[in-house]
């Protein structure tokens, strides 16, 4: 769990989060939604603690970032599994020295247990073949998924994903979030998700949290979100003309 | 104000890649992968432009040496100093800070545009260290690198001078040998372990902290070349000074 109390965080004296809290739980997919430049991505790198905020805490299953040392510090993003918007795969790398590479790093297993567990996350995301591949030798969805191998692979507490289904077709979109909704009850972790999408929304939002101009403007689940009468969240939920329709629907069932 | 901070961030980069270190069995092929993009990946550049260069500096010597008085060896004297003292540790160095150093600052930035530095770092790993360290060490074989640079520069310039009529072969050995300081070729690799430390560090720092995406790696590759021939003939400049200045 996630415990996050009036963060704030500027950039060259410019505000770009204002005291936001929140609570991010166990075992759930929790979104962070918003328009453009409404502080989603700050708010996850500040998360990952990639940006020291200048007010408030964030806690990790009940300790403090702030008040752990750097060696805490550092074992806790060992326990922190991170999916980018782009991938971020190291190309250099094929998908198997990719996974890996968490493994190489942190631990001590023998190159056999490395392998093995290589395999059973890679299957785990549906890619049984590409082992000896390239990033720049797999579609976008495949480096998705890899990413989430890489991020899944040490068996973290924490799964933060940027915009996962950025730059992907509604299809594979859906099957990436299901995954990561599967994963996040299989391995039970705290998952942070920051999106626009409104499939994923509706999908997989068990828990949102909606940014507006750096201020929390409302959370609930994707169940209430199309039920709020707040003001940011239908302008926001509601911009898409099918969901307009859909609106105009559910307003037609209710009189 | 904003060079005094870039300065300032720098040598904070520089004690941020020697703490933390990546486990060695990680490293230690880091290191090999960059000695051969870095050293032996630039031996073919290297060797072309010595042997050319040595042999026009070589030309040139001879071409103005219009009094009868001045004796032959003195293109060989002349073409030996030229190449041990400044062209292989210095304008070698210069050359590789397009090479190597636009190689260095464009593939880390890169990482950076690409997000794959951000991944490092989420993963808890001291991406400085990780990047920039086996650098660092690759670039200690870079003297080896200079000293065929010197060789071949040397044999450039026998060949033009000889071959091209100018002196004789004996005359050119001679030329060579006349009032040889052993201390020349230390100031000359001291220089080059210098240079390398900068040719490994300046590219990487511009790598590392540039800013934008596919257009600013560019940029940044020029910045870095252009700092880092600076930086070279800022330091030459002292080394000189305090080596070899009376």
């Known amino acids: 769990m996630i415990v996050v109390e009036d963060l704030h965080k500027s950039f060259d004296g410019t505000p770009i989060l204002k ?13 962070i939604i918003g328009q453009s430049g409404s502080g989603k991505t700050v708010f996850l790198k500040s998360l990952l603690g990639l940006f020291t905020p200048e007010q408030g805490a964030i806690s990790y299953d009940g300790v403090s970032y702030g008040e752990m040392d750097d060696e805490q510090q550092r074992k806790l993003r060992q326990e922190m599994g991170m999916v980018f918007q782009g991938s971020a795969l190291f190309d250099s790398m094929t998908v198997e020295e990719n996974v890996m590479f968490p493994l190489k790093m942190f631990t001590n297993n023998s190159k056999r247990e490395m392998r093995d567990r290589v395999d059973v996350v890679l299957k785990r995301v549906n890619l049984v073949d590409a082992h000896k591949k390239f990033p720049s030798e797999i579609s976008g969805g495949m480096q998705k998924r890899v990413a989430i191998a890489r991020a899944i692979v040490n068996n973290p507490k924490y799964l933060f994903c940027d915009e996962p289904n950025s730059g992907l077709d509604p299809r594979t979109s859906i099957v ?26 509706m ?5 949102i949290v909606f940014l507006k101009d750096g201020y929390k403007a409302w959370e609930g689940s ?12 239908t302008n926001f939920v509601y911009s898409s003309e099918l969901f307009k329709k859909v609106r105009q629907m559910y307003q037609e069932e209710k009189n | 104000m904003k060079y005094i901070e870039a300065i300032g961030k720098y040598f904070l980069m520089i004690k941020e890649v020697f703490s933390r270190p990546t486990k060695w069995s990680i490293m230690k092929n880091l290191i090999l992968k960059e000695i051969d993009d870095l050293v032996f990946g630039s031996l073919g550049i290297l ?9 026009v500096v070589a030309i040139q010597t001879a071409l103005n040496m219009d009094s009868p008085l001045l004796p032959k060896n003195l293109i060989g004297f002349a073409t030996r100093q030229s190449v041990i003292l400044e062209f292989a540790p210095t304008f070698t160095s210069i050359i590789m800070a397009g090479k190597v150093g636009s190689y260095i600052t464009s593939s880390i ?38 000293s065929i640079s010197m060789f071949l520069g040397i044999l450039g310039g026998w060949a033009g001078s000889v071959l091209g009529g100018f002196t004789t072969s004996a005359e050119f050995t001679e ?59 800022i330091l030459n400049y002292i080394i000189t000074q305090m080596l070899l200045g009376k």
């Open chain 1, 176 to 201: 990436i979030d299901n995954l990561v909704q599967e994963i996040t009850q299989e391995y039970d972790i705290t998952t942070v998700i920051n999106t626009h999408d409104m499939n994923s929304v």
């Open chain 2, 109 to 146: 930035g890169t990482m950076r545009v690409t997000e794959q530095i951000d991944a490092l770092e989420v993963m808890g790993v001291n991406a400085l260290n990780y990047l920039v360290f086996p650098k660092i060490i690759a670039m200690l074989f870079y003297p080896f690198a200079i």
């Open chain 2, 47 to 55: 060797i072309f432009i010595s042997f050319f260069v040595g042999g």
């Open chain 1, 203 to 207: 999908e997989i939002g068990q828990k």
């Open chain 1, 222 to 233: 994707n169940k209430e979100i199309f039920r709020t009468d707040n003001e940011a969240v």
């Open chain 2, 175 to 233: 030329g060579l040998q006349i009032g040889f300081l052993p201390f020349h070729v230390f100031y000359s690799f001291t220089k080059t372990f210098i240079f390398a430390f900068v040719l490994a560090t300046i590219p990487s720092y511009h790598g590392f902290y540039m800013r934008g995406g596919a257009l600013e790696v560019g940029k940044a590759s020029t910045t870095s070349f252009v700092w880092t021939s600076v930086v070279i003939i």
């Open chain 1, 19 to 31: 005291g936001i809290s929140t609570v991010f739980e166990k075992g759930k997919t929790n979104l």
